[in-house]
């Protein structure tokens, strides 16, 4: 089982048969049905999510997931579908690691898209994620470090510890393990 830490990014992938044993469904409201595989996150990361999505509503905010783990199959369906060049190579999606969680609300129709960071709801999840182990993994101005575009709505569990350092001192996962 790879730690929570661990880096996946276009030249770190993981294997193809690679599938966390401690997937579970996230008790947060989902934009997809109860029993989709996209409402599944590992239990640590569950937890943590849930802790998150209760604060946000504690704040009168309405976070909404949107996608969870990914297998390495549906990756593949989805990269050979898509010509955009936008979408990671199967092995090379962290939601597969069933620690990353795309995340929207009502204000932009639930969709994945660069608006949502001026949402209130987007702006909440850049603030408060790292405090229950998130970090928006691929931030703006970062886009050649991580090898992918800015993702606001695109948030990955690495505890509560590394989360914290991160977003303190700026750094994306990558940089991490360049120090
Ligand atoms: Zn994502």
Same mark, same amino acid.
């Given at each position: 089982?790879?730690?929570?830490? *661990?880096?996946?990014?276009?030249?770190?992938?993981?294997?193809?048969?690679?599938?966390?044993?401690?997937?579970?469904?996230?008790? #947060?409201?989902?934009?997809?049905?109860?029993?989709?595989?996209?409402?599944?996150?590992?239990?640590?990361?569950?937890?943590?999510?849930?802790?998150?999505?209760?604060?946000? *509503?504690?704040?009168?905010?309405?976070?909404?997931?949107?996608?969870?783990?990914?297998?390495?199959? *549906?990756?593949?369906?989805?990269?050979?579908?898509?010509?955009?060049?936008?979408?990671?190579? +199967?092995?090379?999606?962290?939601?597969?690691?069933?620690?990353? &969680?795309?995340? =929207?609300?009502?204000?932009?129709?639930?969709? &994945?898209?660069?608006?949502?960071?001026?949402?209130?709801?987007?702006?909440?999840?850049?603030?408060?994620? +790292?405090?229950?182990?998130?970090?928006? *993994?691929?931030?703006?101005?970062?886009?050649?470090?991580?090898?992918?575009?800015?993702? +606001?709505?695109?948030?990955?569990?690495?505890?509560?510890?590394? =989360?914290?350092?991160? =977003?303190? #001192?700026?750094?994306?996962?990558?940089?991490?393990?360049?120090?």
């Amino acid at each position: 089982m790879p730690s929570y830490t *661990r880096l996946v990014n276009k030249s770190h992938p993981l294997d193809p048969d690679y599938i966390p044993c401690d997937l579970t469904e996230a008790q #947060i409201p989902f934009q997809a049905a109860p029993g989709d595989p996209k409402r599944l996150l590992r239990a640590r990361a569950a937890q943590a999510a849930q802790e998150l999505f209760q604060r946000a *509503r504690h704040m009168r905010l309405q976070l909404s997931g949107v996608s969870g783990y990914r297998s390495y199959k *549906r990756q593949e369906e989805i990269y050979r579908q898509s010509d955009s060049g936008l979408v990671a190579p +199967p092995g090379c999606s962290e939601h597969q690691t069933g620690l990353a &969680l795309d995340v =929207s609300c009502a204000a932009v129709n639930y969709e &994945l898209e660069e608006s949502f960071a001026l949402t209130r709801e987007g702006k909440f999840l850049a603030d408060y994620g +790292p405090m229950y182990g998130f970090i928006l *993994r691929y931030p703006k101005g970062k886009e050649k470090i991580t090898g992918y575009a800015w993702e +606001p709505w695109h948030i990955r569990y690495v505890t509560k510890t590394l =989360s914290l350092y991160l =977003s303190l #001192i700026n750094l994306t996962l990558e940089e991490y393990y360049q120090l």
